[in-house]
């Protein structure tokens, strides 16, 4: 749904070109048409969304991966030598 009402055409002193049902309904017909659009291009989205991501994942993993994994094995290292057990 859009959060904004169906502009008035022409000047404000002739009033407005369609009514606020006549507006609405093809607000409504307008929006039902986005969504069908939305609806059937939903794996083009989604190739473009993870073409998108994916950069930004690997730039994260790259800066982040290699510290935390460290940490962990670092972190296991330490258990095993004190010879405490995970539950």
Known sequence: MLDHPVPALG??????LLSAPL????MSAFETLAATVVLQNTPMLERV???????MLKTWLDDNLPGLVERLVRGEIERVARGTHRS
Not at 11 to 16: A, K, M, N, R, V
Not at 23 to 26: E, K, L, N, R
């Open 23 to 26: 507006g609405a309904s093809v």
């Open 11 to 16: 000047d404000e002193s002739e009033g407005d």
């Open 49 to 55: 969304m993870r073409d998108l991501l994916r950069p």
